[in-house]
């Protein structure tokens, strides 16, 4: 991943008018990054993923009454597992990666299912956690933080689902396969990576932002935004 992000700085800052530059390219095969057609679709998708949340956190800013006290409406500890559930899905994406490179196939089989059921262990964490709310008197209605955090968890979960329908459709052939052929599945098990470390992302950032350091970020938006 760093090795990627630095190619594509490295690209950002090149000349193409100049003829040293011109002369570099010429010998290029044509492929800008070295990355698989999986990773390609996942970057694509961040970019619009990105747009989405970016439209969601904007839309929370500028929408929230000045008189409305935001700090500390939630404290569940509900919020905090399912944190450390994403990092877990990271970690064992981690592993599934070193699992590759050592050509480890039993060890992938495994890790790949721990990841799937974890994930789902999220979801359900969140739907619980929904139901809380709304027992609790905190409804979509209640106001515009609370509004907020559903419509961004309902977002972040449907991309979550997205990503699960993928991880079946990988694991399952992953676990049809011969030991010796799975590795084959390389490129759709890195692109899945990518996408769950995104997720996770997004998940912290949007954590830190709406639970952690609520009133202050909020604070500091508007005292740019004036």
Same mark, same amino acid.
């Given at each position: 991943? @760093?090795?990627? $992000?630095?190619?594509?700085?490295?690209?950002? $800052?090149?000349?193409?008018?100049?003829?040293?530059?011109?002369?570099?390219?010429?010998?290029?095969?044509?492929?800008?990054? *070295?990355?698989?057609?999986?990773?390609?679709?996942?970057?694509?998708?961040?970019?619009?993923?990105?747009?989405?949340?970016?439209? /969601?956190?904007?839309?929370?800013?500028?929408?929230?009454?000045?008189?409305?006290?935001?700090?500390?409406?939630?404290?569940? *500890?509900?919020?905090?597992?399912?944190?450390?559930?994403?990092?877990?899905?990271?970690?064992?994406?981690?592993?599934?990666?070193?699992?590759?490179?050592?050509?480890?196939?039993?060890?992938?089989?495994?890790?790949?299912? %721990? /990841?799937?059921?974890?994930?789902?262990?999220?979801?359900?964490?969140?739907?619980?956690?929904?139901?809380?709310?709304?027992? @609790?008197?905190?409804?979509?209605?209640?106001?515009?933080?609370?509004?907020?955090?559903?419509?961004?968890?309902?977002?972040?979960?449907?991309?979550?689902?997205?990503?699960?329908?993928?991880?079946?459709?990988?694991?399952?052939?992953?676990?049809?396969?011969? *030991?010796?052929?799975?590795?084959?599945?390389?490129?759709? %098990?890195?692109?899945? @990576?990518?996408?769950?470390?995104?997720?996770? %992302? /997004?998940?912290?950032?949007?954590?830190?932002?709406?639970?952690?350091? *609520?009133?202050?970020?909020?604070?500091?938006?508007? @005292?740019? %935004?004036?």
């Amino acid at each position: 991943m @760093s090795g990627f $992000i630095k190619k594509f700085f490295g690209t950002l $800052i090149q000349k193409p008018w100049e003829k040293e530059q011109m002369a570099i390219d010429s010998l290029d095969e044509g492929r800008a990054f *070295n990355i698989s057609s999986q990773k390609s679709a996942v970057i694509i998708i961040f970019g619009i993923a990105t747009v989405l949340f970016s439209l /969601v956190f904007t839309a929370y800013l500028y929408t929230i009454p000045p008189e409305q006290d935001t700090m500390y409406l939630l404290k569940p *500890n509900l919020l905090w597992i399912n944190t450390i559930i994403l990092l877990f899905v990271t970690y064992f994406f981690g592993k599934i990666t070193k699992d590759l490179e050592k050509k480890e196939t039993l060890k992938i089989k495994k890790n790949l299912i %721990i /990841v799937g059921a974890l994930s789902y262990l999220f979801l359900f964490g969140q739907a619980t956690f929904w139901f809380q709310l709304m027992k @609790s008197g905190n409804y979509v209605s209640t106001n515009t933080y609370f509004s907020s955090f559903y419509f961004f968890t309902a977002l972040h979960g449907l991309h979550l689902l997205g990503g699960l329908f993928f991880w079946g459709k990988v694991t399952s052939r992953v676990l049809k396969l011969n *030991n010796d052929k799975i590795l084959d599945e390389e490129k759709n %098990i890195s692109a899945l @990576s990518l996408y769950w470390l995104y997720l996770l %992302i /997004v998940w912290i950032v949007f954590f830190l932002m709406i639970y952690l350091f *609520n009133d202050s970020f909020i604070a500091w938006c508007k @005292s740019l %935004i004036s």
